[in-house]
């Protein structure tokens, strides 16, 4: 099932971006003492509890402005509202409950979705600040005193978050069911080929709007299986994102990636790669799903006998980051080769879940160190133990070696490639998680 979006808003400057960077652990807001820095939104995952959701940081909320930027900004809050499942309204201890607070948190009362009031600034450990039971007045139940600065406070208001969770039941697809994402940048003609692998298919059982929150699923059993198309808003760089509604299907389509098991990554053939693609296609990659690059609009190109080799060979030098990943050509308008697609959606799907034995891959291993040494640094050479994998959708790899830091990225990738001309894993990323380990400790 799609994660559930937490949204963290309030009025300016009352630590909403230092809160959201404690929670997913890193620095990805900015954050600066001036109201209305962050202006997007901005999203990342969190995991509370073992449950996966995704948290999205707003821009202050001033429910009574004639400012261009702040009213940007408070539309930009309301979408995330709209979208959200929980929504985190945080505030400031220092300040009091102002005049702005009442106001937004009218607006929250209004939206019906559940909301989790947090006392910003409550810095000091020990007893409740007497001031937090003033934000009782806002009438949105018992308010929480965090620190988004230090972290105190957070874990009770996640554990309240958590509460207001959608259960976490699995999508109503069979287990056999192939979720297919169909990204890429708008009018590259994703919407084309959901609809012409629709409209060619005599068996659909059913089209389900919203399953995604505005994507479309589109699920379809024929011969070669089942199959969930999941279509979504076109990913655009974020300088050239200037509709509000836009903004929102960046979010969209990356939580697609999230929910799907192969995606289909739509170019132009016309344009060409561009950076943009890169970027779609990054995505996918960073998330470890199987992957399909699919040329669309293959009947506008003129051709002669060897355009298509050219076209792949530049497309691979494009997507040497991917350089896994399989090209197909297709026109969506007149139907070429677009029953391809679905072997191909079945073949990468199987690498991804591929399993390889511990005796399998130490074979390979003996002969990539056989037939290239690793290499070693100021006498000291890296000797690799055993690899065993303990994972899938990616392969992942575990190495065990003497030296992680003789370990270098172009033996890592030497031995990746072995591994690949022996099992394949076409069309799948795979992962490498290097421990050191002394060699008294493998006896």
Known sequence: MPLPVVAVVGRPNVGKSTLFNKLIGKRLSIVEDT??????????KCEWRGREFMVVDTGGIEPKTDDVILS???????????RADVIVLVTDVRCGVTASDYDVATMLQKSGKPVVLAVNKCDVIGDTPPEVYEFYNLGLGDPFPISSAHGHGTGDLLDEVFTHFPED?????????I???VIGKPNVGKSSLINRIAGEERVIVSNIAGTTRDATDTLIENENGKFVFIDTAGI???SKVTENIERYSVLRA??????????????????????QDSKVAGYAHEQGKASIVVVNKWDLIEKSTKTMDEYRTKLANDFSFMSYVPFLFISAKTGQRVDKLYEMIEHVHEQNSIRISTGMLN???????????PPSDKG????IYYMTQPSTNPPTFVTFVNNQELFHFSYQRYIENQIRQTFGLDGTPVRFIVRERDKKDTK
Do not use: H, N
């Not at 109201?35 to 990342?44: A, F, W």
């Not at 000291?380 to 000797?383: I, N, V």
């Open 35 to 44: 109201p209305g820095v962050t202006r997007d939104r901005i999203y990342s």
């Open 72 to 82: 940007q900004m408070k539309r930009q809050a309301e979408l995330a509202i709209e």
């Open 169 to 177: 039941d699995s999508d109503d697809y069979d287990d056999d069911c």
């Open 179 to 181: 979720r297919v994402a």
């Open 236 to 238: 655009r760089r974020k």
């Open 254 to 275: 990356y939580m697609a990636v999230d929910r799907a098991d192969v995606c289909v990554i739509v170019i132009d053939a016309v344009e060409g790669f561009t950076e």
């Open 363 to 373: 074979d390979v291993l003996s002969y990539a160190t056989t037939r290239v040494q």
């Open 380 to 383: 000291k050479r890296l000797k």
